[in-house]
């Protein structure tokens, strides 16, 4: 994709999340646990953004699949460890395009949370 095109993309997604049902998620709480099928372990994410994240991540603990529990907190005595955000211009511009396309869909990106 040209740069032109993602800025107009990008606009027209900031326009969407502002104005449609889509995107109006309450994020008081959007947390997330994604369970390893290798080891078990729950790693906790949070959204800081409303959009798609995916239903499946890396397992924290050892880096193999770990599958979304759909929103569902299984571990509320976990605090989350990740975070699902919407990237501003200027880091998507500086991203893989199979990346950039994910979030010009209205996917979000993750970041580690540091306490
Ligand atoms: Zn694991």
């Known amino acids: 994709m ?35 099928k290798n080891c078990g372990h729950i790693t906790k994410t949070k959204d800081i953004d409303a959009g798609v994240t995916p239903f499946m991540f890396n397992c924290e603990n050892c880096d193999e699949f770990a599958y979304s529990r759909f929103y569902n907190d299984v571990a509320p005595e976990l605090k989350p460890t990740f975070e699902w955000y919407r990237p501003t211009l200027k880091e998507l511009l500086k991203m893989h395009p199979v990346l950039q396309e994910h979030i010009l869909n209205g996917g979000l990106h993750y970041r580690k949370i540091n306490y």
């Open 2 to 36: 040209k740069i032109k095109e993602i800025k107009e993309k990008y606009n027209k997604l900031l326009n969407d999340v502002k104005t449609k049902d889509f995107y109006k998620i309450d994020l008081t709480n959007r947390v997330n646990c994604y369970i390893c």
